[in-house]
């Protein structure tokens, strides 16, 4: 694949680090290039910069590079971190994590990363062309990560943003883990570490909300809620806001994915129980002892660890007013969506799909109205003081960056 000037008419897609951070850069002198790296797509854009497919020049392989924004390559605290951990992330030689490549500082005075190039989609994707992943493929799946964890972990060192978008499947069905080994930026800055909360509000840990230190534990908090989305086909913690979504991990519970899915198994919302554990100290304690439970989920065998306490979990015990066991003939697209597995050519969501999402939500809301007022208090309340502890980090963010 030929790159292209950003200069060059309808060439919207080839963009550089300078028209990225610069915007127009009519009557200049466009470069398409990075170190020993030739750019050919903009791929998208976050907190840690801006991610382009590449082509590199000699050996004549795609990869992706991230390039850092420039509030970050003026601090001298996080350039040293991402020196160092790009360093560790090369040293993660797993078949279920992204390779780090190469890091560095391009003649234009831009420190980047390269990654492999992984031909596939990710978990978000998919979750968009369908409702729900089948109970096996979806275990099959979340073991393979599990795994990139386990490798991680034997190394001292933790994801820290689990979630649909950093999970990618290749056309194979193996499963990458991107965005291992990039140092995330110092939580000093209140405003980032904010904005970041609200970004992946769905599958964030309660230690995190409450702003309280992470490790491997949150990690597993958050594939659990990703394993929720994928067998239940909705997001967790449904809420108006992302403020409400955040505030609702600290006392609402989720409902059993067996509410929109009868099909799965009892073992399966066992071990997602405790995933989902509110403290990290009633979680799988490593990546190793909940791989040993889904694997034995995977093949029938009997769970090792025992059921905690309703209470010490965000997942909801399943009660005898549960859904029934919905057939194709009631048009609910999620059940006949996890009877069969995905092949590749995914099918478009169907029509049905916008309406049975509708009805799960209405008969939520009508549940919701029907809450005793203190139950509503102290959802506001916990609501109000997740708004309050937003609102003084970006205070504090904006005096920060006055000074």
Same mark, same amino acid.
């Given at each position: 694949?030929?790159?292209?000037?950003?200069?060059?008419?309808?060439?919207?897609?080839?963009?550089?680090?300078?028209?990225?951070?610069?915007?127009?850069?009519?009557?200049?002198?466009?470069?398409?290039?990075?170190?020993?790296?030739?750019?050919?797509?903009?791929?998208?854009?976050?907190?840690?910069?801006?991610?382009?497919?590449?082509?590199?020049?000699?050996?004549?392989?795609?990869?992706?590079?991230?390039?850092?924004?420039?509030?970050?390559?003026?601090?001298?605290?996080?350039?040293?971190?991402?020196?160092?951990?790009?360093?560790?992330?090369?040293?993660?030689?797993?078949?279920?994590?992204?390779?780090?490549?190469?890091?560095?500082?391009?003649?234009?005075?831009?420190?980047?990363?390269?990654?492999? &190039?992984?031909? %596939?989609?990710?978990?978000?994707?998919?979750?968009?062309?369908? +409702?729900? *992943? #089948?109970?096996?493929? /979806? !275990?099959?799946?979340?073991?393979?990560?599990?795994?990139?964890?386990?490798?991680?972990?034997?190394?001292?060192?933790?994801?820290?943003?689990?979630?649909?978008?950093?999970?990618?499947?290749?056309?194979?069905?193996?499963?990458?883990?991107?965005?291992?080994?990039?140092?995330?930026?110092?939580?000093?800055?209140?405003?980032?570490?904010?904005?970041?909360?609200?970004?992946?509000?769905?599958?964030?840990?309660?230690?995190?909300?409450?702003?309280?230190?992470?490790?491997?534990?949150?990690?597993? &908090?958050?594939? %659990?809620?990703?394993?929720?989305?994928?067998?239940?086909?909705? +997001?967790? *913690? #449904?809420?108006?806001? /992302? !403020?409400?979504?955040?505030?609702?991990?600290?006392?609402?519970?989720?409902?059993?994915?067996?509410?929109?899915?009868?099909?799965?198994?009892?073992?399966?919302?066992?071990?997602?129980?405790?995933?989902?554990?509110?403290?990290?100290?009633?979680?799988?304690?490593?990546?190793?002892?909940?791989?040993?439970?889904?694997?034995?989920?995977?093949?029938?065998?009997?769970?090792?660890?025992?059921?905690?306490?309703?209470?010490?979990?965000?997942?909801?015990?399943?009660?005898?007013?549960?859904?029934?066991?919905?057939?194709?003939?009631?048009?609910?697209?999620?059940?006949?969506?996890?009877?069969?597995?995905?092949?590749?050519?995914?099918?478009?969501?169907?029509?049905?799909?916008?309406?049975?999402?509708?009805?799960?939500?209405?008969?939520?809301?009508?549940?919701?109205?029907?809450?005793?007022?203190?139950?509503?208090?102290?959802?506001?309340?916990?609501?109000?003081?997740?708004?309050?502890?937003?609102?003084?980090?970006?205070?504090?963010?904006?005096?920060?960056?006055?000074?």
């Amino acid at each position: 694949m030929p790159s292209t000037s950003i200069d060059s008419p309808g060439d919207s897609a080839v963009l550089t680090p300078e028209k990225a951070e610069n915007g127009n850069v009519a009557g200049r002198v466009a470069r398409n290039s990075i170190g020993r790296y030739n750019l050919i797509q903009k791929l998208g854009s976050g907190e840690l910069g801006n991610v382009y497919r590449a082509r590199q020049w000699g050996i004549d392989r795609d990869v992706v590079i991230k390039v850092l924004p420039k509030r970050l390559q003026e601090d001298g605290a996080y350039l040293e971190r991402f020196y160092d951990e790009a360093k560790t992330a090369g040293k993660l030689q797993h078949i279920n994590i992204i390779k780090a490549i190469d890091v560095g500082l391009s003649e234009t005075g831009h420190h980047f990363f390269v990654m492999e &190039f992984v031909e %596939g989609q990710n978990i978000k994707d998919l979750l968009e062309c369908v +409702t729900a *992943f #089948e109970e096996r493929r /979806a !275990v099959g799946l979340i073991i393979q990560v599990v795994r990139a964890l386990i490798h991680a972990d034997t190394r001292n060192m933790f994801h820290g943003e689990v979630r649909p978008e950093n999970i990618h499947i290749t056309k194979g069905e193996v499963v990458k883990l991107a965005g291992l080994g990039l140092a995330k930026e110092l939580v000093d800055n209140s405003l980032q570490r904010t904005r970041a909360l609200l970004i992946a509000a769905h599958y964030v840990s309660p230690e995190e909300v409450r702003g309280e230190t992470k490790d491997i534990r949150s990690d597993i &908090f958050s594939l %659990g809620a990703t394993l929720y989305h994928m067998i239940a086909g909705a +997001t967790p *913690f #449904e809420g108006g806001s /992302a !403020v409400e979504v955040l505030a609702m991990r600290l006392s609402e519970q989720l409902k059993s994915p067996r509410y929109f899915n009868r099909g799965i198994s009892d073992e399966l919302c066992h071990v997602l129980e405790r995933m989902l554990a509110r403290e990290p100290e009633d979680r799988f304690q490593s990546p190793q002892k909940l791989l040993d439970e889904l694997e034995s989920v995977l093949e029938g065998r009997e769970l090792r660890s025992d059921r905690i306490e309703s209470s010490q979990t965000c997942l909801e015990r399943e009660s005898t007013a549960a859904l029934p066991l919905l057939s194709p003939t009631t048009r609910n697209v999620s059940a006949v969506a996890t009877r069969k597995p995905l092949n590749w050519q995914l099918q478009r969501r169907r029509v049905a799909a916008p309406i049975v999402t509708r009805r799960f939500k209405s008969k939520g809301n009508r549940r919701g109205q029907k809450r005793s007022g203190s139950q509503a208090f102290r959802s506001f309340s916990i609501g109000l003081a997740v708004g309050l502890t937003i609102i003084s980090g970006l205070v504090m963010a904006y005096f920060h960056f006055r000074s």
